[in-house]
C-alpha cells in the first residue's frame, strides 16, 4: 500500500472511530435492564463491514479507548474507566469482540449476505456472552436473569440493526470503492 492509499485507510479508520463514538452515547433506558438501548452495535457492525476485520477493530479499540480516558462516548454521553469497569462494561469489552469475529467471519466474502449476517450473528452472540457473564458478576445476579434483563429485550433490535447495516454498508461500500476512498 502506498501512502495515498495508507493516509486514506487511516482517515477511515479515524471516521469509523468518531461515527461509533457520536452515535453511541444516544440511548434509551428500559425499566427491566441496566444496559440501554444503543446504536454502538449498528455503527461498529457497518464500521467493520466497510473497513474489514482489521481496520474495524481497530476503529472499535479507538472508540473503547477514547471512552476508557473519559471521552463522553458511552451511553448517556459518559465514558471514563468506572464505566469500563461497571456492570455494563463486558459489553463495551465485548464491542472490541464483536468486531473481530464480525470480521473474521466476513473476511473479503462481504458481498455475501450468507457471510455477513454469519459474522455479524457469531460476533453478537459472542458480544452477549461476555457482557453477560460480566453483568451477572457486577450486579450478582445469575446468567438467566442476567439473560432475560440484558439479552432476550435486544434480540429483536439487533436484527433490524443487522439488516440495517448489510443494507446501508453494501451501498456506501459501492460509492466507496468507485470513488477510489477504498
Request: with cysteine.
Amino acid at each position: 500500500m502506498n501512502n495515498k492509499g495508507k493516509l486514506k485507510t487511516y482517515l477511515m479508520v479515524a471516521l469509523m472511530a468518531a461515527i461509533i463514538s457520536v452515535v453511541s452515547p444516544f440511548s434509551i433506558v428500559i425499566p427491566i435492564s441496566p444496559v440501554p438501548i444503543t446504536l454502538a452495535t449498528f455503527a461498529i457492525y457497518l464500521t467493520v463491514y466497510l473497513l474489514g476485520c482489521k481496520y474495524g477493530t481497530i476503529s472499535t479499540i479507538i472508540y473503547v479507548l477514547l471512552g476508557f480516558i473519559g471521552a463522553p462516548v458511552f451511553t448517556g454521553f459518559t465514558g471514563g474507566v468506572a464505566k469500563v469497569l461497571g456492570p455494563t462494561g463486558g459489553y463495551i469489552i465485548g464491542y472490541i469482540f464483536l468486531a473481530l469475529i464480525e470480521g473474521l467471519i466476513i473476511g473479503d466474502r462481504y458481498e455475501s449476505a450468507f457471510f455477513s449476517f454469519l459474522g455479524m450473528i457469531v460476533g453478537t452472540v459472542v458480544l452477549y456472552a461476555f457482557g453477560t457473564v460480566w453483568l451477572a458478576i457486577a450486579m450478582h445476579m445469575t446468567i438467566s436473569e442476567a439473560l432475560f434483563a440484558a439479552v432476550l429485550p435486544f434480540i429483536p433490535g439487533d436484527i433490524v440493526k443487522m439488516i440495517l447495516a448489510y443494507v446501508s454498508g453494501k451501498k456506501i461500500k459501492t460509492l466507496l470503492i468507485k470513488a477510489g476512498i477504498i
